[in-house]
């Protein structure tokens, strides 16, 4: 049986994947990086010593799920997003331990992008969208983005070509709530910590949310947000607010691309997709017949960073097979 490996070294998750040459998941481990208390992220060089020192206690995992059996080759995420100009120094871990590893062996080496292999992880879990083109939310601490996308329909095609027609003009997702979280007094990454808070709220508190087109603001609603915590406003009422937030504001740019593309398959993925709350409340908004749209969760488990999508990118890659 043919097996495929992913590595993704990303902020803020190391993370390793086998697949095989059907694309099913055969065994996959991951680990998030370890953020001190109070504390709203990481340097690069951090996170590249943690991945470093991550990686081998994967491999050790995967070897016992996967014993006595070889590759057939190696994908690793080298950068953000698919153009030659994304970089991120995290990055750089799992390119040199991909090509390392593929040269002992010597079985061929896949370079994706981690915005790549979220849409791939998100298109096996969510059962969809398969074929032509659709629109996606990457959704995540570092990216903010909706997509236009084009899945290729020949094995001899890119993956994806992707178009983006909005993004942030400041902070991420992520950020926002991250930043609202660690004020709270909540871990970072403080999203399912904030999801637990805001599940105890009575939901009466709002904060504005920010569009302009298909772009998106989040450094006003943090601003309110932060304004409720020096006002003493219960922290549950703030986190409910803050979700709430960012879904009103996915709504808008996502009812505003459906109307001007005509797309109405929508994919929805990113470590932020992976809130209960957000997720149920676009899902009824944008499925009701006023807007039309077929929205397409992630799973859960496969929302936030991990190597899933860039394992099944390989073995698209190397198999011809998509």
């Given at each position: 049986m043919e097996k495929f490996l992913g590595i993704d070294t990303s902020c803020y998750t190391t993370s390793l994947a086998v697949v095989d040459g059907e694309g099913n998941l055969l065994s996959e481990a991951r680990k998030i990086l370890d953020v001190r208390i109070g504390?709203?992220?990481?340097?690069q060089s951090e996170a590249v010593f943690q991945h470093i020192n991550n990686l081998p206690l994967l491999f050790e995992h995967i070897a016992i799920n996967t014993s006595g059996e070889s590759f057939a080759g190696i994908a690793a995420s080298v950068r953000p997003r698919p153009v030659k100009s994304s970089?991120?120094?995290?990055?750089?871990?799992?390119?040199?331990?991909g090509n390392s590893i593929a040269a002992m062996l010597n079985i061929p080496f896949?370079?994706?992008?981690?915005?790549?292999?979220?849409?791939?992880?998100?298109?096996?879990?969510?059962?969809?969208?398969?074929?032509g083109e659709f629109l996606a939310i990457h959704l995540s601490g570092g990216t903010t983005e909706l997509l236009r996308v084009k899945k290729g329909v020949r094995p001899d095609e890119p993956n994806f070509a992707i178009t983006i027609i909005g993004e942030t003009r400041d902070l991420h997702a992520g950020q926002f709530i991250d930043r609202v979280g660690v004020r709270l007094g909540l871990p970072f990454p403080a999203g399912p910590h904030l999801e637990q808070l805001a599940a105890k709220a009575q939901g009466e508190i709002t904060v504005p949310s920010s569009v302009k087109g298909c772009d998106i603001s989040f450094s006003g609603p943090e601003a309110a947000a932060l304004r409720l915590v020096g006002r003493g406003i219960p922290p549950a009422e703030i986190a409910?607010?803050?979700?709430?937030c960012v879904a009103n504001t996915l709504e808008k740019v996502i009812r505003k691309a459906v109307m001007e593309t005509g797309i109405r398959e929508v994919l929805i993925v990113g470590g932020v997709a992976a809130n209960r709350f957000i997720r149920e409340r676009l899902g009824e908004r944008l499925q009701h017949g006023t807007v039309g749209a077929r929205v397409y969760f992630a799973s859960r488990e496969l929302s936030g960073d991990n190597a899933v999508g860039t394992a099944l990118l390989g073995m698209s890659r190397f198999t011809n097979k998509w």
């Open positions: 504390a709203r992220g990481l340097a970089y991120m120094p995290v990055f750089r871990v799992a390119e040199s331990y896949a370079d994706v992008s981690h915005q790549e292999g979220h849409l791939a992880a998100g298109i096996m879990s969510a059962g969809g969208p398969r074929t409910r607010a803050v979700e709430k």
